[in-house]
């Protein structure tokens, strides 16, 4: 059984499914899945067991039987292979054939049981398979949303619940949070049709379970979501939830891809209660200045060197660093558009702020309180967005 599958499109699918394929001690986790779909289409599958990138393209001629064969060889060829409109593929026991016009090439493929799939890679795809729940979302808004908070995402693996993204279901909107700790990235954005009230355990009959006001997305997937969108997301996302899994489907120029994943099992934060409900001291800058302002103040730092004061006074403004292994020290004058009617001063990580910056439009608002409060960065021109950052001393 021989099909022919169109270059450029399998190329485009080939990307999008290898972005799963993350390498292990199984070899199957290095491989790329080539499958037969409905109405003779071809899906390209990679998965992890905790990420599944699937995209399904056109095919012409006869429904291949299940193939593998090594994710980064694929591309290999795809890139450097002889010029053809149309690649052929075909299996060779446990071969998979790729054909270039007159070029013919055959990669080790991995064998597997039932040409789906051994036992271990049965039960990640049941836990990464279909989800339910249907609901469409904005892709241009989960896109933004996504960009606005993935900089806050912990990386720290002790505190594994940091690591992604919380949906947050507040009833009347939904809210997309990251923290490591140290900041908070939040945006609201209007609850789509149909989200789903998720629960977490009991049978669905007599015993519905718990009612979770949210999920965590895991960070990889965060990244996996961005880097598919691009910069010309689609217009609407299809997703599906539940208190295990996620799902997002959506168009590309060749056919659609489909991202299922686990949720990260466990439980986020009280994050409200880190957020200030009253910051009365507020500055207003533009984003240019500010950050020329912070890149100029750290020249003189260390490496090391996370700490930047920021002082706001009726007579001036200034950052002002020190750095801790020589002694040597940098003042720089600060504009503001509005400033304040006192002098206040606050230490903050200086890094941490400039990668804030960069998720905002300008002009940006900083509030702050005289208690050692957190510092609440908003812009009139991105409603629902806002930036939390965690005062440092400074000396």
Known sequence: MTSFVDRLALSAAVDA?????????MPLLNNLHFSPAAGNRLAI????????ISANIEMQGEAIAYLNADA????????????????????????????????????????IEDEKGNPETADAMAVCGPV???????????????ERVAPAISTEETRYYLNGVYFHDRGADLALIATDGARLHRQVIEKPDGYPVVTAGGDGKDDEGTILPGVIVPHVTVKAMLKLL????PAEIDMRLDATR?????????????????????????????????????????????VEAIKATAIILAKTDRGMKFTFSPNGNHLFAR??????????????????????????????????????????????NEDGGPAVSTSYSQPGFTAIQMPMKVA
């Open 230 to 233: 691009g910069k010309r997301p």
């Open 45 to 52: 599958w990679g998965s992890d067991f905790d990420l599944e």
């Open 132 to 146: 339910s729940n249907l609901f469409t979302i904005p892709g241009d808004v989960l896109k933004q949303a996504l």
């Open 17 to 25: 499914a290898s972005i799963a394929v993350t390498g292990g001690t």
């Open 323 to 368: 750095n801790r292994d020589d002694g040597s020290t940098a003042n720089f004058p600060l504009d503001l558009i509005s400033g304040l009617d006192k002098e206040f001063e606050i230490g903050l990580h200086w890094g941490y702020f400039l990668e804030s910056l960069a998720c905002f439009d300008t002009p940006i608002s900083i509030a702050f």
């Open 72 to 111: 980064k060889k694929v591309k290999g060829l795809l890139a450097k292979a002889p010029k053809a409109s149309l690649v052929r593929l075909d299996k060779d026991g446990e071969k998979t054939k790729f054909g270039f016009g007159a070029a013919n090439y055959s990669l080790a493929g991995i064998e």
């Open 246 to 290: 996620i799902e997002f489907s959506f168009p590309f120029e060749f056919g659609v891809i489909t991202v299922r994943s686990k949720l990260v099992d466990g439980t986020f934060p009280d994050y409200p209660r880190v957020i200030p409900l009253h910051n009365p001291l507020v500055v207003t800058v533009d984003k240019a200045t500010l």
